[in-house]
């Protein structure tokens, strides 16, 4: 069936409720960086800090809630829009990855149970959902343990030219077969989830884009592939985070606050999206956006 299930007066109720909160967390990080920053500055004689400036957290928080709001509708975008976004503000890139794994983290337990609650996928009465998930979300770990533990000694040129092929591949069939039925192939979710898990390890990206389309193609329900893929990858998150801090160490979590605070704010605006788009439209977008962020890869690598 095609047609896209009704919002109900609920999930209205939820992003009107949600507006006062989004105003008052926005408030607090703006008053919270100001006034730390004003206290660094006068107390140790040091430049006002970049991570806690007013500007910059605004900019933090805007972004971030732009960008998971996109990445909860469609499985994709926020590691990939946000890290280039981070090192433009003027972050380290010690410093972006960890913030950006915790946000990905917890964003992405928070999808899943708002995707199960807006009936997005049914894990408790989906029977190949939950083995869909399960396959994702081990294939996920031990490819992320492999990429901790053998990333360093992988060529990342060629790692990231492969990874770059394979999403671009994944979104011309997704865009082609957008309102085609697609069997189910449970063998493609194999290589599908070993692929992308080491590539987030390695690279820190790309594990959308390859998860979401890649089941699609295999013949997942759009709405069940986008649902699945945030709760696998914050999966695959905590594994490289605590394989990230292991090596290391812990990094300034100055950053980390506002990221989060705007990504988790987005998550209840974007499941109900999910659920009123039809499924052929919903599966055009993953193939267009991921072939936009294959693009994006592209280019990166070139340049």
Not at 45 to 59: K, T, W
Request: proline residues 6%; neutral net charge.
């Amino acid at each position: 069936m095609d047609s896209p299930a009704p919002l109900h007066l609920a999930h209205v109720r939820r992003v009107l409720l949600w507006l006062p909160l989004l105003g008052l967390t926005l408030a607090a990080l703006l008053t919270q960086g100001h006034w730390e920053g004003v206290w660094l500055a006068e107390w140790t004689g040091a430049p006002y800090p970049i991570a806690l400036a007013p500007g910059i957290v605004l900019a933090v928080f805007t972004s971030a809630f732009l960008c998971e709001f996109l990445d909860t509708s469609l499985g994709m975008g926020f590691g990939t829009l946000m890290a280039p976004l981070l090192l433009i503000i003027g972050f380290e890139p010690l410093d972006i990855v960890p913030a950006v794994l915790m946000s990905e983290l917890l964003t992405g337990l928070a999808a899943g149970v708002l995707h199960q609650h807006d009936g997005n996928i049914d894990l408790v009465g989906d029977r190949r959902a939950r083995r869909t998930l399960g396959l994702l979300a081990a294939l996920s770990v031990v490819g992320a343990v492999a990429a901790v533990l053998f990333g360093m000694q992988v060529s990342n040129p060629w790692v990231a030219s492969g990874g770059i092929a394979l999403v671009l591949i994944l979104g011309a069939l997704t865009l082609a077969g957008a309102r085609r039925p697609v069997r189910f192939r449970g063998g493609g979710i194999l290589l599908i989830g070993l692929v992308a898990a080491f590539s987030k390890g390695v690279s820190g990206g790309g594990y959308g884009p390859l998860v979401t389309s890649g089941q699609v193609v295999c013949g997942v329900p759009a709405h069940q592939a986008v649902a699945i893929t945030s709760i696998a990858e914050a999966l695959t998150c905590l594994v490289v985070l605590m394989g990230y801090l292991a090596v290391k160490g812990a990094p300034d979590w100055s950053l980390t606050l506002p990221l989060i605070g705007g990504a988790l704010l987005a998550v209840p605006w974007a499941t109900p999206a999910v659920r009123a788009l039809r499924e052929s439209w919903l599966r055009a977008a993953i193939g267009a956006l991921t072939l936009v962020l294959g693009l994006v890869f592209l280019v990166t690598l070139l340049g």
